[in-house]
């Protein structure tokens, strides 16, 4: 069964970059069409950045497009998303998470499994 960690949020100044990473267990993320997205308490997921498995389509929201990379590395099993120019804002929960690796799509409701994600904080 694939279990998912991320790791690299953290406190960042308001226009600073941070890079998150992912990493599957039980099976690897290589298998899979990948996903970051970012949740505020109480708030839906949104913000859906994803990459295919073969690395050859990424999809990225409107609000994340020009300041955000997803990337991958299969040999490594991870998953990356460089963050940059990021706004002040609320903190939040970037999760990860792995589709069927035919899915060609970043909805929500596409992704079947889920890390706990990892909290990013944009703050002066």
């Known amino acids: 069964q694939l279990q998912i960690v991320e790791s690299g949020g953290g406190l960042v100044q308001p226009g600073g970059s941070l890079r998150l990473s992912c990493v599957g267990s039980g099976r690897t993320l290589s298998s899979f069409t990948i996903a970051w997205f970012r949740q505020v308490p109480g708030k839906n997921h949104e913000g859906g950045t994803c990459?295919?498995?073969?690395?050859?389509?990424?999809w990225y929201a409107d609000s994340v497009k020009g300041r955000f990379t997803i990337s991958r590395d299969n040999a490594k099993g991870s998953v990356y998303l460089q963050m940059h120019n990021l706004p002040p804002e609320d903190p939040a929960n970037y999760s990860c998470?792995?589709?069927?690796?035919?899915?060609?799509?970043?909805?929500?409701?596409?992704?079947?499994?889920w890390g706990q994600g990892t909290q990013v904080t944009v703050s002066s």
């Open positions: 998470a792995a589709a069927n690796p035919l899915q060609g799509s970043c909805a929500v409701a596409t992704y079947h499994s």
């Open positions: 990459i295919s498995k073969s690395d050859d389509k990424t």
